[in-house]
């Protein structure tokens, strides 16, 4: 038994051996200058990756990823990057001269059986990669992102400017739900904001610093930092609660009818209304189209203390009276300089005497069935009774029979 393990120990270790020299080595080592050991360099140095492998002939390949996508390093156009060697030499080196941020990131060198790879951490501003948001309308929630071409991340700062001040929003207590920033370093440190409004004032630029606090050769607190924006097309919904979410209007017929707009954001674009037709297309409305339509504002709603702040407006899209012609998709559409938003709300037209429908329905089921039900008893009772009336001569002719009888014995 301990031959067996020790023969068995001996072919793991010689298959493991074959496994590596099959495989090789892929390997990179780095030059600096100025030299350095840090693990976050400043911009204008210069730096060379030189990638080895011992599988003669095998063919080098770089890739560099900023930690959210992965690119080969020929696809990048900079003069700073310059790239020799990989062909079947076991040897590939990459120079990169005049260092900034967007040369940054993760290099990976492959021989298409291992790889080994280096992070290029250069603290400039070109290392953030902001990650702008533009919403269709208002988000209770958004987050913003700035990417990192650094390994390990550095913890952000979230700034936002009001009026000449900057205000650190990581300061803001927790109880605050306005805006919170993460501390986790894999989702990179982002900004969540709280939409409380049917139309922000958080929306505009934010800025997000590297918290170089501890980074050896950054103690003069230089700032580095970039700008997010974020941005959002008008806020259009139907009705004036602002819950309201519905898709769907119902009309009776020849009575009037008012589809009420809120638009919050657009400044003072117009406000426009339009039909879409049968096949498709849009038809615009306007005052005087016809004169069964007209086109006005809520002005008591609009002087609502919150309506106000939210900077909202109203655009009331009326009809004289409902016909049948009228239903369809009908279309409350404007603009901002982010983009164009709209909502779309299909009009059915009921008859008047629609809600009368089903109650008739059920008196005549009532009608019918008290109809069976008399039918039936009716026939049920006249049969019976023309039962009884042939019970009683039945039972004479019985009587009849035996007094028959009876005297025919008496006279023998």
Known sequence: MPRLNSCLLLAVSL?????????????????????????????????????????QGKLLRWEVSDGNSTKSVTAIDSKDLKLSGGSNEGRSE?????????????????????????????????????????????SSTVVLHCRQR???????????????????????????????VSTDEASGYPLTIKNTRRYPSKNGAYTCRLNTTGVAGFEDGENIQTEVTYHTTPDVRFGT????????????????????????????????????????????????????????????????NESRENLERTSVLGFNTVLDE?????????????????????????????????????VAEVVILCAIIFIYERRRNKSMVDEEEEEPMKGGDIVVRE??????????
Request: hydrophobic residues 30%.
């Open 150 to 180: 650094l390994q390990p991340k550095l913890p952000l700062i979230w700034l936002r400017n009001v009026g000449d001040k900057d205000y650190i929003l990581n300061h803001i207590p927790a109880e605050d739900k306005n805006y919170s």
């Open 403 to 412: 007094t028959r009888e009876t005297t025919t014995r008496s006279r023998k």
């Open 241 to 304: 609660e602002a819950a309201s979410a519905s898709r769907s209007k119902s009309a009776t017929k020849d009575e009037p009818l008012t589809l009420v707009c809120v638009v919050s954001g657009a400044g003072q674009n117009p406000i426009q209304w339009s039909r879409i037709s049968e096949n498709g297309t849009k038809i615009l409305l306007q005052n005087g189209t016809d004169e069964r339509h007209y086109i006005t504002r809520n002005e008591e709603f609009e002087n609502r």
């Open 15 to 55: 298959l493991a051996f074959l496994v590596a020299v099959c495989q090789g080595t892929v390997k990179i080592t780095v030059t600096k200058d100025p030299v350095s050991g840090e693990t976050y360099l400043r911009p204008g140095g210069n730096i060379k990756l030189i990638c080895t492998t011992d599988q």
């Open 94 to 138: 990459i120079d990169l001269s005049n260092l900034s941020g967007d040369l940054g990131g993760t290099y990976i060198c492959s021989d298409g059986i291992s790889q080994d790879s280096y992070n290029v951490n250069v603290l400039d501003s070109k290392t953030l990669i902001p990650v702008h948001v533009l919403e269709n309308g208002t």
């Open 326 to 362: 009228d239903k369809g998709t009908y279309v409350c559409e404007t603009r901002n300089e982010y983009g164009v938003a709209s909502q779309v709300v299909e009009l059915k037209v009921k008859d008047k005497l629609a809600a009368l429908w089903p109650f008739l329905g059920i």
